[in-house]
Nanobody, 115 residues
Framework: VQLVESGGGLVQSGGSLRLSCAASGFTFSTYDLRWYRQAPGKEREWVAFITSAGGITNYADSVKGRFAISRDNAKNMVYLQMNSLEPEDTAVYYC?????????WGQGTQVTVSS
């Protein structure tokens, strides 16, 4: 299993970013996917969830209404559109799949929001 995140960067408060995660090594279209983030000095926290077919999504309260998770099963890609970014959103963002009773993570992509 390989997950490769991209799209992070430095953005001003109120700005937007779109993160991407390219997946391989498993049957992508049959697995639910998640985004997590980890801020400096804090534990990794769940951000967003999407079912295998993309029909159901769910979000942490802290990002609800600002972030949107989506996927393209034809391309083995999952995305996180982040709008109205706040300094508190600064973190390394990871995509995640739970496959064969184990969690898999990418290397993460840094998002920094300046005030």
């Amino acid at each position: 299993v390989q997950l490769v995140e991209s799209g992070g960067g430095l953005v001003q408060s109120g700005g937007s970013l779109r993160l991407s995660c390219a997946a391989s090594g498993f049957t992508f279209s049959t697995y639910d996917l998640r985004w997590y983030r980890q801020a400096p000095g804090k534990e990794r926290e769940w951000v967003a969830f999407i079912t295998s077919a993309g029909g159901i999504t769910n979000y942490a309260d802290s990002v609800k209404g600002r972030f949107a998770i989506s996927r393209d099963n034809a391309k083995n890609m999952v995305y996180l559109q982040m709008n109205s970014l706040e300094p508190e959103d600064t973190a390394v963002y990871y995509c995640n799949v739970f496959w064969r009773n184990a969690n898999y993570w990418g290397q993460g992509t840094q998002v920094t929001v300046s005030s």
